[in-house]
């Protein structure tokens, strides 16, 4: 299926209403995962013709990604990483661990950028970054793209990495997401040290409920549940 492909119509909007030079588009993976890190990328494209089939990772074939990634750590003028951790993911909240991967990220670039165009309708950035928030950016910014696939394929690297040590999970294939592998296998042994503590999957498996982290809500907010999908057998 054929899709539009990504503009550079936002950076130059930003090039002309705020006199930014060197912008950069993040976006983030594993937000939505029981296992592994959140993973953030900032990628700062310039103004060039992208690569042809550039769109967001989600929507590309395994094999196309893959390639595309490779190609884009050289096409793109600079790139960064920034992960957090399940620790981190449990102690701060997805928001913080959020921005926290997405600082790494920005702080890791060469060069600092002037402002930011960030996937999505939430500003989990803030200040002192200069942020443009664009819903569905990974399909229509080029520089959101390249971070979306670059950072998707990093990522699904890392989770075959840690399928190793945990073959009955299944993470080469489901990235730590609760596919039915990960589900019978969190029911029968239980979270790995890479399985995040303080979601709500915990609540349906009550060998294991006694792990879970329960964060302190001291200055009277809620506790986040974006991404946290019940276990729903």
Same mark, same amino acid.
């Given at each position: 299926?054929?899709?539009?492909?990504?503009?550079?119509?936002?950076?130059?909007?930003?090039?002309?209403?705020?006199?930014?030079?060197?912008?950069?588009?993040?976006?983030?993976?594993?937000?939505?995962?029981?296992?592994? /890190?959140?993973?953030?990328?900032?990628?700062?494209?310039?103004?060039?013709?992208?690569?042809?089939?550039?769109?967001?990772?989600?929507?590309?074939?395994?094999?196309?990604?893959?390639?595309?990634?490779?190609?884009?750590?050289?096409?793109?003028?600079?790139?960064?990483?920034?992960?957090?951790? /399940?620790?981190?993911?449990?102690?701060?909240?997805?928001?913080?661990?959020?921005?926290?991967?997405?600082?790494?990220?920005?702080?890791?670039?060469?060069?600092?950028?002037?402002?930011?165009?960030?996937?999505?309708?939430?500003?989990?950035?803030?200040?002192?970054?200069?942020?443009?928030?664009?819903?569905?950016?990974?399909?229509?910014?080029?520089?959101?793209?390249?971070?979306?696939?670059?950072?998707?394929?990093?990522?699904?690297?890392?989770?075959?990495?840690?399928?190793?040590?945990?073959?009955?999970?299944?993470?080469?294939?489901?990235?730590?997401?609760?596919?039915?592998?990960?589900?019978?296998?969190?029911?029968?042994?239980?979270?790995?040290?890479?399985?995040?503590?303080?979601?709500?999957?915990?609540?349906?498996?009550?060998?294991?409920?006694?792990?879970?982290?329960?964060?302190?809500?001291?200055?009277?907010?809620?506790?986040?549940?974006?991404?946290?999908?019940?276990?729903?057998?």
């Amino acid at each position: 299926m054929p899709y539009e492909p990504p503009t550079h119509t936002v950076e130059r909007s930003l090039r002309a209403t705020t006199g930014a030079k060197v912008i950069a588009g993040v976006d983030e993976v594993g937000r939505g995962a029981w296992a592994g /890190p959140v993973t953030v990328c900032a990628a700062i494209t310039g103004l060039r013709r992208p690569p042809e089939g550039l769109t967001d990772s989600k929507l590309l074939t395994i094999r196309r990604r893959t390639e595309l990634a490779e190609m884009l750590r050289t096409w793109v003028t600079a790139y960064a990483l920034g992960h957090a951790s /399940p620790e981190e993911i449990d102690g701060l909240g997805m928001t913080a661990a959020l921005r926290l991967a997405a600082v790494r990220a920005l702080d890791a670039l060469p060069v600092r950028p002037d402002a930011v165009i960030l996937d999505g309708k939430h500003d989990y950035l803030g200040a002192p970054w200069k942020v443009r928030t664009v819903i569905k950016g990974d399909q229509s910014c080029v520089a959101v793209s390249a971070a979306s696939v670059i950072a998707k394929v990093q990522r699904d690297k890392m989770m075959a990495e840690l399928a190793v040590h945990h073959a009955d999970f299944g993470f080469a294939d489901n990235a730590g997401y609760p596919s039915p592998v990960h589900k019978a296998a969190l029911a029968e042994r239980g979270p790995t040290p890479h399985h995040r503590l303080s979601w709500a999957y915990l609540d349906a498996l009550p060998q294991w409920r006694h792990l879970k982290k329960v964060r302190s809500w001291a200055d009277g907010g809620v506790p986040e549940i974006e991404g946290q999908l019940g276990f729903d057998f």
